[in-house]
């Protein structure tokens, strides 16, 4: 166990050691680890440490802590284990991984500041993994396994270090607590960190995971989410950032002319004069954003908008007048947050959420936006920008606190009935803020990653296949944390690489899912099977929108392969490019009832059980859902 602490560039790391039980000291004499711990047949075993400055008087100036690691005692005995590694924010990869895998993160720094956690160093060795804020390792031969998770979002950021031995067996496990600022170290004040759950168990790891997102919920949730989920249409992938009013337009007139199920409508990137000035529609917008919503709301639907409220660029009237509210570095250079080709040359930076100004115009955003534009429904992206590492007005804050004091504000102005939906999101600190949570990469017009994101070896990279991942095995937060935000589903024949199976795929996973589903086509070209496609999704989806999906077999493949909804759904689906028999767990209490009709095309599906598993033969990219 261990803290790292710096004094401007000097970097210190000075181990704990033990003085007494449950009390450890630091080598260099500053710290005092509390360490106690409570153990619960049922619940598992919680560990509950406090930090203790223990010189006579504050830190020196320059003074920061980076870190603090404490090992966890408790370790799964024998061999034969994999790991479900846990993503940092919304579209950072959730998936089971092997002891011979590699944590590697995207060779590019600028992808992998942008998609994972900054603060994170994976070492990219064999066996040895970081998973972010939670973790499960499992045997599934043996059906041993334990938990790893906190039980309160904290001050600072949690995560997991899990090392493998040879044989699949755990040879450590420890928490790691992203402090990253200077913290109130009063002389002898305590500094509470979040405690954390470990509970072993026999069977089940989707229903272990479901009931932890229920006990967090119910500890740090929103409470009283809609039965309904919002369901609609976003402009992003089918335009871009080339839309205009006449666009935007056009496709409101088609959504009342087909008749679809939508209640909201949203206008995505593409609508401002540039990334931080918010309320300055560019010259594709003449009548501006207001008349926009009006429009929207005269035809009975609700209004939604885009904007990514920690971004901005150097162009923008913002930056130029407020350049002390930017994110710098220790050099006082502006601190990049993205690279973005869309958006023109050059890197897109972050606010100082931190600084007053920054804080004044966030506010001043949301309540025009709200206020004034009447846009009950707002989309906040790139949110992992609030939590770059930089020169912060406010040192006091961790990266984590000061993210939150930011959506905290930005809820206060908004108020309780405007929806909330987050994206690029680190996941633990939003919980409680946000009505509805993206928890995938973006989605995309093709399956696979492109190639250069391959050649890149970025794990998270965009696609349909890589968002479907995370939408299955992050499905048990929806109604539990948020409403679940699966992406926008694509059902079009033009622009679109995927094939007719692949569509169908995407759409049962959505559907069944019961999140949030907006359509991202062009409506006033959509053909008419597509049409029907995207009908039936909607039936389905509404079905399934009150209760909270598991997924079945996150141990067994990194796609798993099938998802029950207690509506009385369960989706199967091959994800391969070859005919497969699929086999996983009947879920438990479920009463099946044969005969087993497809409900897309109402024929008959094969689906035998074979010693307490499913079983049925799918061809490339096929799916099915079934009532059960």
């Known amino acids: 166990m261990k803290i790292q602490y710096r004094v401007h560039n000097s970097v210190t790391i000075s181990n704990f050691l033990p003085v007494k039980a449950g009390v450890y000291q630091s080598e260099c004499k500053k710290f005092e680890l509390l360490l106690t711990s409570t153990t619960d047949t049922k619940t598992g075993t919680v560990f509950s440490p406090k930090l203790i400055w223990r010189e ?95 039980i309160e979002q904290g001050e600072f950021g949690t995560k997991f270090e899990v090392v493998f031995g040879e044989s699949a067996n755990i040879t450590s496990v420890k928490v790691i607590y992203d402090i990253h600022c200077l913290p109130d170290l009063r002389p002898n004040a305590k500094l509470s960190i979040a405690k954390i759950k470990v509970l072993p168990f026999k069977g089940n790891p989707e229903g272990k995971l479901a009931k932890y997102f229920e006990e967090l919920g119910n500890k740090e949730g929103p409470g009283n989410l809609p039965k309904k989920v919002p369901t609609g249409w976003c402009s992003w992938y089918y335009y871009y950032t ?36 918010w309320l300055v529609p560019n010259e594709k917008f003449p009548g501006g954003m207001r008349i926009l919503a009006d429009e929207i709301k005269r035809v009975g639907l609700k ?40 958006w023109g040359r050059g890197y897109t930076y972050a606010l100082d959420i ?74 633990l600190p939003s919980v409680g803020i946000f009505d509805g949570m993206r928890i995938s990469c973006d989605v995309a017009p093709f399956w696979y990653p492109e190639k250069l994101r391959v050649f890149l070896k970025d794990r998270d990279a965009l696609c349909t296949r890589t968002a479907l991942i995370n ?45 949030m589903l907006l359509v991202s086509d062009d409506l006033t070209k959509l053909e008419m099977d597509r049409l029907d496609l995207l009908k039936k999704a909607f039936q389905l989806n509404r079905e399934c929108q009150a209760y909270t999906p598991v997924p079945i077999g996150i141990f067994e493949e990194e796609f798993p392969t099938a998802m029950y909804n207690p509506a009385g759904y369960l989706g199967i689906w091959n994800p391969s490019e070859e005919e497969q028999t699929v086999r996983f767990a009947i879920p438990q209490g479920l009463k099946t009832k044969a005969p087993f009709l497809d409900f897309w095309t109402g024929t008959m599906v094969d689906l035998r059980i074979v010693e307490g598993h499913f079983e049925t033969t799918l061809p490339a990219f096929g799916s099915v859902v079934v009532a059960v």
């Open 242 to 277: 080339k839309i205009d009013q006449k666009t935007i337009l056009d496709n409101l007139a088609k959504v009342r002319e087909l008749n679809l199920p939508f209640e909201f409508f949203q206008i995505d990137d593409g609508y401002q004069r540039e990334i931080g000035d």
């Open 471 to 515: 939408d299955i095995t992050r499905s048990s937060m929806h109604r539990h944390l948020w409403l679940n935000d699966p992406d926008c589903l694509l059902v079009r024949k033009k622009r679109n690489k995927m094939n007719e199976a692949q569509t169908k795929l995407m759409a049962s996973v959505m559907a069944v899912s019961g999140g």
């Open 303 to 342: 209004p939604g908008i885009w904007l990514a409220p920690f971004l901005v660029r150097k162009k923008s009237e913002f930056f130029r007048k407020y350049p002390e509210a930017i994110l710098k570095d220790q050099n006082g250079k502006p601190v990049p947050a993205i690279y973005q080709p869309l």
């Open 354 to 427: 931190t600084h007053p100004t920054a804080l004044t115009y966030i506010e001043k955003v949301f309540t025009t936006l709200v206020k004034e534009w009447g846009y009950p429904y707002l989309k906040l992206d790139f949110l992992y920008a609030g939590l770059l590492p930089g020169d912060v007005y406010n040192k006091s804050l961790s990266p984590q606190a000061r993210y939150r004091n930011a959506l905290e504000l930005i809820r206060k102005v908004v108020g309780k009935n405007t929806f909330l939906l987050g994206c690029g999101a680190p996941m």
């Open 56 to 150: 006579s008087t504050r830190p020196e100036v320059g003074f920061s802590v980076d870190y603090l690691e404490l090992n966890l005692s408790i370790l799964p005995e024998g061999g034969g284990y994999s790991l479900f590694q846990h993503g940092y924010q919304s579209w950072s990869i959730s998936r089971k991984v092997e002891n011979t895998s590699t944590d590697r993160p995207p060779f590019l720094s600028f992808l992998q500041y942008s998609q994972e956690n900054i603060y994170s160093k994976h070492e990219s060795k064999v066996g040895k993994f970081i998973s972010e804020y939670l973790t499960l390792i499992f045997n599934k031969d043996t059906g041993n396994g334990i938990l790893y998770a906190p």
